[in-house]
Antibody, heavy 118, light 108 residues
Framework: QVHLQESGPGLVKPSETLSLTCTVSGGSISSFCLNWIRQPPEKGLEWIGYICDSGRTNYNPSLRSRVTISVDMSESQSSLKLRSVTAADTAVYYC????????????WGQGTMVTASS | EIVLTQSPGTLSLSPGERATLSCRASQSVSSNYVAWYQQKPGQAPRLLIYRASSRITGIPDRFSGSGSGTHFTLTISRLEPEDFAVYYCQHYDNSPPLTFGGGTKVEI
């Protein structure tokens, strides 16, 4: 069973870059598309983007200019970088596995809270 | 971009009652690409229903999904105490983004 675990700083200063890592265990990161999703406090879910097949990416147009998602196969990790953060980027950030059988997110990490504040 | 609108925003019910949650799409979508998730406080969302009406293994049969075109429904036939949570619908499209509805909170 695939397991996902997010990690990274819980506090980022405005205008700086948010950097998070999702570590995959129990399966091969190359066998599925790894997505990043966020949830501001007391709000709904927002899809950020995904990476598949060792490098194919797709991003939410609203974030595309600031986001980079990458993968390190050797470490079985995906990285999320979000540049020029503001308070509006404060959220719980999740990584999630996309299932092409269900056409849905079937496995989620526990999430990590990131606060953009000076 | 397809927009998903969930209603009501909050549903106040008692254990044993039936819950009917609505998800409306701004344009017709394939039911193959509609899913429902449950989220409890402090937890990640959990996939309940995929392809609009198929239950994930282990999800109780009191949960059911239906719908087509622009209107989809999640029904909980008899609410159990552990069912009080927020529910999200989600749609996949070839064009980004993947979209979520705004959520329905089912509260006691």
């Amino acid at each position: 069973q695939v397991h996902l675990q997010e990690s990274g700083p819980g506090l980022v200063k405005p205008s700086e870059t948010l950097s998070l890592t999702c570590t995959v265990s129990g399966g091969s990161i190359s066998s599925f598309c790894l997505n990043w999703i966020r949830q501001p406090p007391e709000k709904g879910l927002e899809w950020i983007g995904y990476i598949c097949d060792s490098g194919r990416t797709n991003y939410n147009p609203s974030l595309r200019s600031r986001v980079t998602i990458s993968v390190d196969m050797s470490e079985s990790q995906s990285s999320l970088k979000l540049r020029s953060v503001t308070a509006a980027d404060t959220a719980v950030y999740y990584c999630a596995k996309w299932s092409v059988q269900e056409w849905a997110f079937d496995i989620w990490g526990q999430g990590t809270m990131v606060t953009a504040s000076s | 971009e397809i927009v998903l609108t969930q209603s009501p925003g909050t549903l106040s019910l008692s254990p044993g009652e039936r819950a009917t949650l609505s998800c409306r799409a701004s344009q017709s979508v394939s039911s193959n690409y509609v899913a429902w998730y449950q989220q409890k406080p402090g937890q990640a969302p959990r996939l309940l229903i995929y392809r609009a009406s198929s239950r994930i293994t282990g999800i109780p049969d009191r949960f059911s999904g239906s719908g087509s075109g622009t209107h989809f429904t999640l029904t909980i036939s008899r609410l159990e105490p552990e069912d009080f949570a927020v529910y999200y619908c989600q749609h996949y499209d070839n064009s980004p983004p993947l979209t979520f509805g705004g959520g329905t909170k089912v509260e006691i």
